[in-house]
């Protein structure tokens, strides 16, 4: 399991009367509280769906899953294809749309990439207020006429990701995609609202060589591990091979070759 780091002070707070009865329903699910008088953390809810505010002079904006406008829309109309690094990292190629397990899913941006390229994704989110973005975002995203199909080959989840693989039920993901909180970001990353917001909530992730052993067991084809591109491997079996980009690189395990 996760090493949880210190309990952060979060509530559930309303942006208007009209919210008030979903601001309940979320606070239930989670059981976290309506009003906090020194919360760290907020999570909003109110036109634009759920949303993860840090509080406090110096805290970056909100934080909210949109699959629909903003980066994500850019990406899919104009991020490259099939010719993206993450996609030859999973193995997309003519005639090959691998059934991918992302299990380190976060707000999801990775998973919906696979997922525009024709790839069925199951995603896991073990830290529950992430988990409740990413369900805003995918159920908001199936209401848009475009985006619809692209989520509906999305499954999320829930519980830890290590458990969830170790106990899978059905047909195995032919291809295990991990991409473990680090606890060395390289300052550029720092500086990134998400990563901010994220590290007093998620912490790093001290499991990721069980992470790791959890997913070559589970996987048929191949294990695709993203890192910072100078960080060492995680401990254990090494990659075969990797790709490099700018800022991260792929490592890859296989086990078998993905074939049309």
Known sequence: MIEQPAACRIHVQPLGPTFAAQAEQWAGRLGLPLEVAD????????????????????APGPVRVDFVEGGAAHRRLYGGGSGQMIAKAVGIAQGVRPRVLDATAG???DAFVLASLGCEMSLIERQPLIGALLEDGLARAAEDFDV??????M????????????????????VIYLDPMFPHREKTALVKKEMRLFRPLVGDDPD??????????LATHRVVVKRPRKAPCIEGPKPSHALDGKSSRYDIYPKKALKP
């Open 155 to 174: 499954k999320l989840l829930k519980g830890n990701s290590i458990e969830v693989m170790q106990n899978w039920e059905g047909e195995a993901p032919q």
């Open 39 to 58: 919360g760290e953390f907020a999570l909003q809810v109110g036109e634009q769906g759920l949303q993860l505010q840090q509080l406090g002079p110096d």
């Open 107 to 109: 707000l999801g941006k």
């Open 148 to 153: 619809a199909p692209i989520v509906a080959r």
């Open 208 to 217: 990721a060589p069980a992470l790791l052993k959890a997913a070559l067991a």
